[in-house]
């Protein structure tokens, strides 16, 4: 059965978001036609290895899978089984979670919701930057990246097709989202917020994506209460990835 031209599209654009905070870091990874891998450090919740085709493709994602780790030696890393095809606990991996992809068409931006109490904005210099990090790095989702060093650097507010966006209270930053343009669609990712009562964050995010990129659709994905909240968004709900992990020996 064909693979969903929206699920390819999605799962590329990851990838190439990905891809670029890699770059950012200096070390950016290497796309094939079935797969993107990085055999260096990667940032925060990023999987080391993403695929980009289906089940025709397994046996040669396995392969990779395999010379991947054994040059990794001891060392943890996460894949992003974008199809749902592949069985990695056989070669030491187990499931870290599973989520769907999500797809909007740009037909209209979400009106206001009468709870919504965030503003958003456009991170446009450094010092937004370090603030919008830090609200990234307060939510739960996150915890484990405030043992690590900055994830996003600043070279990311001048690339093409990026925009990080800055949910504010006032003057403050407590909520986080990002956008990435690939191609005829725009990833919606990292929507994020640490603290409570802000009211829904996809509505003020998907209004300022439409403002931004008015004729393209958006995708991404999403799991448990982001995923419902999505969808009350106007998001559809497609097939599934699972990201599978491999724990440091």
Request: charged share 20%; hydrophobic share 40%; aromatic share 8%.
């Amino acid at each position: 059965m064909p693979l969903d031209t929206r699920v390819l599209l999605a799962a590329m654009n990851n990838a190439e978001w990905c891809d670029t905070t890699c770059r950012a870091c200096g070390i950016p990874g290497a796309f094939h036609d079935a797969y993107w891998i990085h055999p260096g450090d990667v940032p925060p919740y990023t999987s080391k290895f993403i695929t980009l085709a289906g089940a025709e493709a397994a046996s040669a994602q396995r392969d990779a899978i395999r010379e991947l780790a054994e040059s990794l030696g001891e060392s943890g890393f996460s894949v992003k089984d974008s199809f749902q095809c592949l069985d990695l606990a056989p070669q030491g991996f187990t499931e870290l979670f599973r989520a769907h992809w999500i797809h909007r068409e740009a037909v209209s931006a979400p009106p206001r919701d009468a709870s919504e109490m965030l503003q958003w904005s456009v991170v446009h210099d450094e010092s937004r930057l370090h603030d919008w990090e830090h609200a990234w790095r307060g939510c739960p989702e996150n915890a484990l990246a405030r043992q690590s060093p900055t994830a996003f650097r600043p070279s990311l507010i001048g690339e093409p097709g990026v925009h990080l966006l800055a949910g504010s209270l006032g003057e403050r930053v407590v909520a986080t989202a990002v956008l990435n343009r690939t191609g005829d669609v725009v990833g919606l990712s990292n929507v994020f917020s640490g603290v409570e009562g802000v009211g829904p964050r996809f509505p003020g995010c998907i209004r300022l994506a439409h403002e931004l990129y008015p004729d393209l659709p958006l995708v991404g994905y999403e799991r448990g209460e982001a995923l419902v909240n999505a969808e009350q968004a106007g998001f559809t709900r497609l097939s599934g990835l699972t990201v599978w992990q491999r724990s440091a020996s």
